[in-house]
């Protein structure tokens, strides 16, 4: 775990088991190619819950924005959150928001390590 925890060191519970259990096969150069290219694509939890706040109360959908969902944007944008349910969902689950965009693109980063 020190490994992944080395080349990434913002990444904790979740996200850095799921890392570790990916990228156990990988040599130190791949590691190191990998972590480059995660690390700028990486979303943070605490930056998805400050975007949820926002889309509670300045701009609805902004969170999906900020994690490539255009289509649950727009959604949001036009039905006010899902009449203010969905967007008090996400508040709620912005943790599992921003995991399950850094999972995916983990699983796309790795296949072209």
């Known amino acids: 775990m020190n490994r992944v925890l080395n080349e990434i060191p913002e990444a904790s519970g979740q996200e850095l088991f799921f890392l570790e259990r990916l990228l156990e096969t990988c040599d130190s150069d791949q590691l190191s190619q990998f972590s480059r290219s995660y690390r700028s694509r990486r979303k943070s939890p605490q930056l998805m ?46 943790e599992d928001l921003a995991f399950k965009h850094n999972q995916a693109i983990a699983k796309d980063i790795i296949q072209h390590v």
């Open 49 to 94: 819950l400050v975007f949820c706040v926002i889309g509670m109360f300045a701009l609805p959908g902004i969170q999906r924005l900020f994690v490539g969902q255009i289509g649950m944007f727009l959604l949001y944008l036009f039905t006010a959150g899902i009449f203010l349910i969905g967007s008090i969902i996400d508040l709620f689950n912005y």
